[in-house]
């Protein structure tokens, strides 16, 4: 009997990969709602209520995905969000 790996999933090369991505915003504590709400419209035009609805998941949560789309946007996102100081990740799906 053979044994059969499966590639992992989470692994993708140049051929595979789809170009979009996501950007993750974590916790911190010094932030405020405010701070995060203005970032968060101002990093990915969304409206004011999504905007609330991100910075409740990043506080109770512990992070949020807050914009998804090409890498380079989501880039351009993610530097709008980090200087206001909060972690932000973008990744690939």
């Known amino acids: 009997m053979s044994i059969q790996l499966l590639p992992d999933i989470h692994q993708r090369d140049a051929e595979t990969g789809n170009g979009e991505s996501i950007v993750i915003v974590y916790n911190n504590d010094h932030n405020t709602y405010e701070e995060v709400i203005g970032v968060l419209q101002r990093a990915t035009c969304c ?3 999504e905007a609330w609805m991100e910075a409740w998941e ?3 949560l512990g992070k949020s995905i807050v914009h998804h789309g090409a ?6 996102a993610a530097g709008i969000i980090r200087t206001i100081g909060i972690y932000v990740e973008v990744r690939d799906l």
Request: glycine share 0%; with cysteine.
């Open 58 to 60: 990043i506080d109770h």
């Open 71 to 76: 890498e380079e946007e989501c880039e351009r």
């Open 47 to 49: 409206s004011f209520e």
